[in-house]
């Protein structure tokens, strides 16, 4: 009936000026027929999407989905009722300080009386929620995302007010935001999406979860909200450890084993320092002290960790480069020559080393019956080698 209505209008207009008193009150009647469907509200069309109707048609849209129009920034946000008389959009696709309409899939037109906070997250994005003039009947489910089923939905209306749907995916194991860590979590990962808008819905099979607030400045990742999550704050090495549990390949179990041993690593034969780069993700393994007793070699380590994608998440095919720093080898493991030893304080106790171990040169005590090797000891090289003076621990 509202197609038939605006072309009536301009022949009407047209022909004004050769009417008669009783065409000008037929187009009056018009016009305000017009705005009664329209639930009072003026049908400029610059207020909400361009076609009125259910913007739903072709699309597989979540229970209680509405379309909120800002009057200022001309901008359609794609909404949900949280209650018959209560609206929920995020505060990326407008702000709380604008006017707002709401038209729902049925095609009502319904003013928004005020504009107030629901929530926000550590940074700083928010859910807005509007409240009505009048009630909407059909209220969204609002859920948690699915335990086992990370697949998503992202819907949005396009500059031209259509509403529009990506196939997206959730995921826990990106690095770039430790808060995000299941599904109970309050902020949302998204990946394997391009070219959403901030404040899209996300859904999941017709059941609403929160809203994609950002997109990561560096990754292709994107931020949400999930409106029934729990905010954690949560250590990324503390999430390093528990997701290397979950995925059980030996380099992210190396990657896990260095996270759970951050700051410090009490060992039997001695005491070593863990240090973490949150900038490059990678880790620094160093000594602090052996323990009397213990005369073993070893190695000061670099280990950074290695994604097979854009986003920073850990998972089965992440591996670990791990090469060594500096060697530490025992006094009673280096072998001076008969000249040499002498004349080297008993203090330096260890020498330590750049230079690969597997290519120092070694000396051999031999059995001098058999010829068969007793022992052997690394051959000292005051070029490549330091001579060095190691505290025990206390």
């Keep these: 009936m509202n197609k038939l209505i605006a072309p009536i209008i301009l022949i009407l207009a047209f022909t004004v000026t050769s009417c008669?008193?009783?065409?000008?009150?037929?187009i009056n009647n018009i016009a305000s027929q017009s705005e009664e469907t329209l639930g009072g509200i003026s049908n400029d069309r610059t207020i909400l999407n361009p076609k009125l109707g259910n913007f739903c048609d072709g699309h597989e849209c979540p229970e209680g989905i509405v379309a909120v129009k800002t009057e200022?920034?001309?901008?359609?946000?794609?909404?949900?009722?949280?209650?018959?008389?209560?609206?929920?959009?995020?505060?990326?696709?407008?702000?709380?300080?604008?006017?707002?309409?709401?038209?729902?899939?049925?095609?009502?037109?319904?003013?928004v009386t005020s504009v107030e906070d629901e929530l926000s997250n550590e940074f700083g994005d928010k859910i807005l929620k509007?409240?009505?003039?009048?009630?909407?009947?059909?209220?969204?489910?609002?859920?948690?995302?699915?335990i086992d089923n990370n697949e998503v939905?992202?819907?949005?209306?396009?500059?031209?007010?259509?509403?529009?749907?990506?196939?997206?995916?959730?995921?826990?194991?990106?690095?770039?935001?430790?808060?995000s860590f299941d599904n109970e979590s309050q902020l949302l990962n998204i990946k394997n999406c391009e070219g959403v808008r901030d404040g899209a819905l996300i859904s999941q099979n017709g059941k609403s979860i929160g809203f994609l607030t950002k997109k990561h400045n560096e990754?292709?990742?994107?931020?949400?909200?999930?409106?029934?999550?729990?905010?954690?704050?949560?250590?990324?090495?503390?999430?390093?450890?528990?997701?290397?549990?979950?995925?059980?390949?030996?380099?992210?179990?190396q990657i896990g084993y260095l996270a759970f041993s951050?700051?410090?690593?009490?060992?039997?034969?001695?005491?070593?320092?863990?240090?973490?780069?949150?900038?490059?993700f990678k880790f620094k393994k160093s000594l602090i002290c052996f323990k009397r007793g213990n005369d073993i070699v070893f190695k000061d380590i670099e280990t950074s960790i290695i994604f097979d994608n854009k986003i920073q998440e850990l998972n089965v095919n992440t591996i670990d480069n791990t090469y060594p720093v500096k060697h530490y080898i025992p006094r009673t493991k280096v072998y001076f020559g008969h000249k040499l030893a002498s004349q080297i304080p008993s203090k330096y106790n260890y020498i330590t080393t750049t230079q690969n171990i597997n290519s120092i040169e070694k000396h051999y005590f031999r059995n001098p019956f058999n010829n068969e090797i007793i022992t052997e000891r690394y051959k000292f090289s005051s070029e490549d080698h330091n001579l060095l003076e190691i505290d025990y621990c206390k």
Excluded at 154 to 176: I, M, P, R, V, W
Excluded at 234 to 241: T, Y
Excluded at 262 to 270: G, H, V, Y
């Design 153 to 179: 939905q992202l819907n949005y209306f396009n500059e031209l007010g259509e509403l529009q749907s990506q196939d997206c995916e959730l995921t826990y194991a990106s690095l770039a935001y430790a808060n």
């Design 130 to 146: 509007l409240n009505l003039e009048k009630e909407i009947p059909n209220t969204a489910n609002i859920e948690l995302p699915e």
């Design 219 to 253: 990754i292709e990742l994107y931020e949400g909200i999930s409106l029934n999550g729990e905010q954690r704050s949560i250590n990324i090495l503390s999430k390093i450890e528990e997701l290397s549990y979950q995925i059980g390949t030996d380099a992210v179990y």
């Design 20 to 26: 008669s008193d009783d065409a000008k009150k037929a």
């Design 262 to 280: 951050f700051p410090e690593n009490d060992l039997p034969e001695l005491k070593e320092r863990i240090t973490f780069n949150k900038d490059n």
């Design 72 to 111: 200022k920034k001309k901008l359609t946000c794609s909404g949900i009722v949280k209650s018959q008389s209560e609206v929920l959009i995020s505060e990326n696709c407008a702000t709380e300080n604008e006017a707002f309409n709401i038209q729902t899939t049925d095609g009502k037109l319904i003013k």
